[in-house]
């Protein structure tokens, strides 16, 4: 029965009574994996992107937050044997601000889902293989870092069982980076802990 979990964890949701969930302050952090791409100039590469973060989220109303992170995901140590350039290490990472809703509030386990941007930055090790046709002396395309602007999303569960103040969220986590000579972008599923220090019942 694959339905089973999803079930369990809908009712955890719809029948979770008000408990440290509403907390006024909470650190997270978490870990995951997905599909992603990108490209430095006219070399793109795509793969398996590893994906980490953490946040500070300041609770001002009722299933509403203001949350700082700190995002970053990418791969890296590819080797081809290939006639054609590639990118053996792509990474972004990305400091970003946004808001999040979550629902039902004040109860300690919920839905949220978040939008955010701010500042990243795009880093690559330069292009490996054949270099590519027209480049100065057919010297393949070196490293880069170059800063640009990045957004992100999030949607999914967080569980925080009480008394807490420690919790759990599982979610799919959406991120981007575009710069003038290079953008990536990434998509993972994670899961993590959550850290309420001030976490409190609310009426």
Do not use: N
Not at 98 to 103: A, D, Q, R, T, V
């Amino acid at each position: 029965m694959r339905s089973a979990p999803v079930a369990v964890l809908l009712s955890l949701i719809l029948t979770a009574s008000p408990a440290r969930a509403e907390f006024p302050v909470a650190l997270s952090a978490w870990l995951g994996g997905g599909p992603g791409s990108g490209h430095q100039q006219e070399v793109s590469e795509s793969g398996r992107f590893g994906v980490w973060g953490i946040d500070a989220a300041w609770r001002y109303a009722p299933g509403r937050a203001l949350v700082v992170a700190y995002e970053a995901a990418g791969l890296g140590g590819l080797k081809y044997t290939t006639d054609s350039p590639y990118l053996s290490r792509l990474e972004h990472r990305a400091i970003t601000v946004g808001l999040e809703l979550s629902s039902p509030p004040r109860t300690w386990a919920s839905f949220f889902f978040r939008t955010a941007a701010g500042l990243g930055q795009v880093a690559t090790d330069g292009s490996r293989g054949m270099p590519l046709p027209g480049t100065p002396d057919a010297v393949p395309i070196g490293p880069l870092r170059e800063y640009g602007f990045a957004l992100s999303g999030a949607a999914g569960v967080r569980l925080v069982p009480p008394p807490g103040p420690l919790g759990f969220t599982i979610a799919l986590r959406a991120a981007r980076t575009g710069a003038h000579f290079s953008s990536t972008g990434s998509l993972g599923v994670t899961v993590g802990m959550t850290f309420c220090p001030l976490a409190r019942r609310t009426p």
